[in-house]
């Protein structure tokens, strides 16, 4: 038997009113049990999904109360996620653009994926997940493109621009105990000014039956945040494996010192099937105008590239 149009008009009103609320105040969940406002966050624009649910029961059902209710999650979605998808601005001459990559430690192609992000033409290319192995593989193929680089552990920055004071940035969470190395802090010479860059690599995330398990990145990201704050030098850009969207209140400490894009979704995890951006580039006294990810490579990741605008 069919449902009777009014019971599903309330239902889809009720379905629509809750769905406009989490995609505006995502906070509202919290992180108190298995950390699901972060897991909520993480893939917050899929929501929008949820309208296109109610547009089928409404037409379905011939409910103009659903219907009506549609209108409550599409004006919440395009409020939050709307200028995503807004074509950016033209390149300007003070244009930088960056790439940032986890190429992951079982990427048997390093030499395959060092040539696609060097195709992009960047400016600066950020990676993750060196391992001895591989790194020969990438200064070698990267050499001519780029001739200044510099490699912390298992993340590096390559540059077409000269290198200065580059260090090692402590962002290891004291649960962890092994060597564990994934941050450096560097300075580029660029035309236009130096300007400080920080490549990161937060520890992973993993979903279980007791929710987000994110403790580990969290803290990280709270490091990693105080030293941006800490940072004299501006601009400042940030390029790194987050494990984390921007949405997510766990990288807060973060978000709440540097601009994100302004433009583009750029989905980079997993590569075969991108569902979520845990790639990402931030930067404190300039803009990131637009993010866009690039074709697969070895990696579990797909690159990101964007376009930085200094002030």
Do not use: C
């Amino acid at each position: 038997m069919r449902p009777d149009r009014p019971a599903t008009g309330r239902v889809g009103a009720v379905v629509a009113v809750l769905t406009a609320g989490l995609v505006l105040f995502p906070r509202a969940v919290p992180n108190s049990v298995g950390r699901l406002g972060s897991l909520l966050e993480a893939f917050l624009p899929w929501l929008g999904l949820v309208a296109v649910v109610l547009l089928g029961v409404g037409l379905l059902h011939r409910s103009a109360v659903a219907l009506l209710a549609l209108l409550l999650p599409v004006a919440a979605w395009t409020y939050t996620f709307g200028g995503l998808l807004l074509p950016g601005a033209r390149p300007g001459p003070r244009d930088l653009l960056v790439v940032q990559h986890n190429v992951s430690d079982e990427n048997t192609d390093p030499a395959g994926t060092a040539r696609a992000l060097a195709d992009a033409e960047p400016d600066l290319i950020a990676l993750e997940e060196l391992v001895p192995t591989a790194l020969p593989v990438y200064e070698r193929t990267l050499a001519r493109q780029y001739p200044h680089h510099a490699v912390r552990g298992t993340v590096g920055l390559w540059s077409r621009h000269p290198l200065t004071g580059t260090r090692l940035l402590d962002i290891k969470p004291e649960g962890i105990e092994e060597d564990w190395s994934r941050g450096l802090r560097t300075s580029v010479r660029t035309p236009h000014g130096d300007l400080a860059v920080y490549v990161a690599h937060l520890p992973s995330v993993r979903v279980g039956a007791g929710g987000l398990a994110s403790q580990w990145r969290d803290e990280s990201a709270g490091l990693l945040g105080r030293a941006v704050a800490a940072e004299t030098r501006n601009p400042v850009i940030l390029l790194g494996d987050l494990n984390g969207t921007v949405d997510d209140r766990g990288l807060a400490p973060l978000t709440a010192r540097l601009n994100v894009a302004e433009r583009g979704f750029a989905f980079s995890y997993p590569a075969g099937l991108p569902l979520t951006r845990i790639d990402q580039v931030m930067a404190r006294s300039a803009t990131v105008a637009d993010i866009r990810a690039l074709p697969a490579t070895g990696s579990d990741h797909l690159p990101v590239a964007a376009r930085i605008t200094l002030g």
